[in-house]
């Protein structure tokens, strides 16, 4: 249960207490500041309380926002301010600021929410104001004012903003244009029956794992089936992030969901694909992993360069100043966010291709859009990088390093080869080409010599901070690498079963690497560091899975293959979910790039 405090004398007609009641607070009523100060030191420290001031005219969906967002420790609106347990000692430090300097008189509850706010800024606590548009939060100082506050507030449809705002500012063109017209009604249907947005997301999930089960058939129906609940779980995919904006239902459990089951269900989809096509006789497992490997590496490209930028100190680059000139016209906006192919625009074309081709001409679409779609996007960057003046933090260095996921034997060469060899990035390419030439050279033991350089070089590249203007590029480098590794080598195999085997313990990793991901963008810090060491780190992989090749016949490497994507599954999944469902998880919800 929340608590809002009103504070001051109640105004006749005012909807304030019902609409603080419709938004689950109990509200309790300070004639002045020192009985707000002893309210506030009433209510249990574990939950939410508002400070609100009794004059407030406004929507109720300000209100909504300004109080109930659980992402934020400390956020307010014009005349009202709250506080989670987190921000509750720095709230109560500012009301008793206020207090002390205003009497704790009647008159020194004159706006009071906004002096407390003004204090808290003084403090140097960060306190979130959402954006409000056309909605109305004001605190009238006479009648007339109020009267035309009531009439502006009477002028906006709440309800029409509410839904506006469920859709992200920024998605793709077929998002845009082709879901978000109506999947935002989808949003207040279930708002308006009790789902949460975490619903909504289960159901998502399992549509697709229907999909995917329809595509494993093999047979155009079930095709054709797929292509449709693959549509069906995109929308309901859309759907659970407009709830969540629609309702402000933002959770911890819900941020793990929706941040990893956009990629469960996409590579789940490809496997069903992939067993589809191989009861039509045709063997596609190594389009499908290529997929997922080349999709993966481009998501994690897009997540080194922002996690590199994005608190740096100066942005000089005139590559950056022509692609914000060409995001100022219109058409050219809407051209870039189709052409690197994100979630909505990739979904459509699968389902489409699933429908009315075969499982093999959707992965060599897939894999041309995709290549396409890297090429482009990571070009721009690296022009962006070497145009760039800019001081990279140390912030952004360590998510660099937890990013490229070295393990212990890195580690043991980054602490005794203490002299760098170059710039962390050339030595790291320098050890991915090194590790390619000797998986294709056709020598048993080339492989395994070349995972051991490539080892030394991970360790060497994360010797010093990774600062230099396409260090960035590291962890997509190892992520290459290492999956590239296990795809060559299920191939070479050549027995069957050896790529599925593959396909699964990339898809372990690869999950291992999303957590990875977006621990950091909720600033909660990378996995512990006994997961890593655990799981052996990207270079431990690599030479494992090398010397199993070298060692095995090609049937005990798929066993060997099989054993270690459990293994590596489980770990990283109950790790995953401890975290993720415990207190100290991010309340946050996707809202980056619509890729």
């Known amino acids: 249960m929340s608590t809002a405090i009103v504070t001051g004398q109640p105004v006749p007609g005012s909807s304030l207490e019902s609409d603080l009641r419709s938004l689950g607070f109990e509200v309790r009523v300070a004639s002045d500041a020192s009985g707000t100060e002893t309210l506030l030191a009433a209510v249990p420290g574990d939950q939410r309380v508002a400070v609100v001031d009794a004059r407030f005219v406004g929507h109720p969906h300000a209100l909504r926002l300004g109080l ?14 709250t506080a989670q347990p987190a921000g509750r000692q720095a709230l109560a430090r500012a009301v008793a600021r206020e207090t002390s300097e205003g009497g704790g008189t009647a008159l020194a509850v004159d706006s009071l929410a906004d002096r407390v706010v003004t204090a808290l800024d003084a403090e140097g606590a960060e306190v979130h104001r959402p954006e409000l548009g056309s909605l109305v939060a004001s605190v009238p100082t006479d009648p007339q004012a109020r009267n ?32 978000s017209p109506y999947s935002r009604y989808i949003a207040r249907w279930c708002a308006r029956r009790g789902l949460t947005p975490n619903q909504v997301t289960t159901a998502s999930l399992l549509t697709a794992l229907i999909a995917a089960g329809c595509a494993a058939t093999g047979t155009r129906v079930g095709f054709v089936a797929a292509g449709i609940l693959l549509i069906c779980s995109f929308v309901l995919d859309c759907t659970d992030g407009q709830l969540a904006r629609y309702s402000l239902q933002y959770s911890t459990l819900g941020a793990w969901l929706d941040a990893t089951f956009d990629r469960a269900k996409e590579y789940a989809y490809y496997a069903g694909l ?61 051209v870039r966010r189709m052409i690197v192919l994100p979630i909505g625009e990739r979904w459509a074309m699968i389902a489409i291709l699933t429908a009315v081709t075969t ?84 020598v048993t033991w080339a492989p395994v010599a070349g995972a051991f350089a490539y080892a030394l070089a991970s360790g060497q590249a994360l010797a010093r901070p ?95 293959l099989t ?13 995953s979910i401890r975290f993720w469902v415990s207190s100290g998880a991010p309340a946050v919800h996707d809202e980056g790039e619509p890729a």
């Open 148 to 179: 035309e506050a009531r009439q502006a507030v009477d002028a906006v449809d709440d309800e029409a903003i509410r839904l506006k705002s469920a859709v992200k500012a920024r998605d793709g063109f077929f998002t845009t244009f082709f879901i």
């Open 68 to 81: 109930t967002d659980p992402r934020f420790p400390l956020a307010a609106v014009t005349g009202a301010v």
């Open 563 to 575: 054993v270690l994507a459990v293994a590596v599954a489980l770990v990283v999944l109950v790790e």
């Open 359 to 442: 499982p093999r001409i959707t992965f060599y679409a897939l894999l041309a859009g995709c290549a396409f779609a890297a090429t482009y996007t990571t070009a721009g960057r690296v022009l962006r990088s070497l145009t760039r003046k800019a001081k990279r933090t140390d912030r952004a260095a360590q998510a660099l390093a937890d990013l490229a996921d070295n393990g212990p034997l890195a580690g043991f060469v980054a602490r005794t080869m203490r002299a760098p060899l170059g710039s962390p990035f050339l030595v790291a390419l320098g050890g991915a080409a090194i590790l390619a030439v000797s998986l294709f050279s056709g």
């Open 274 to 334: 992939a067993l589809g096509a191989a009861r039509g006789g045709d063997d596609v497992w190594a389009l499908a992993l290529g997929a997922m490997v080349l999709q993966t590496c481009r998501h994690v490209v897009d997540f080194s360069f922002n996690e590199a930028n994005h608190d740096a100190t100066a942005n000089t680059s005139p590559t950056a100043a022509l692609s914000d000139k060409l995001d100022s016209v219109g058409w050219t906006v809407w």
């Open 466 to 560: 990774l600062k230099g203007a396409l260090d960035w590029l590291v962890p997509p480098l190892f992520r290459a690498a290492e999956y590239g590794t296990v795809l060559v080598l299920a191939a070479k195999a050549e027995v069957n079963g050896a790529l599925p085997a593959a396909f699964g313990l990339v898809a372990a990793v690869a999950y291992h690497h999303y957590d990875t991901v977006y621990r950091i963008r909720g600033n909660a810090g990378a996995p512990p560091a006994w997961l890593v060491r655990a799981i052996g780190g990207q270079e431990g992989r690599t030479l494992l899975v090398t010397v199993l090749a070298a060692l095995l016949t090609a049937v005990q490497f798929k066993v060997a």
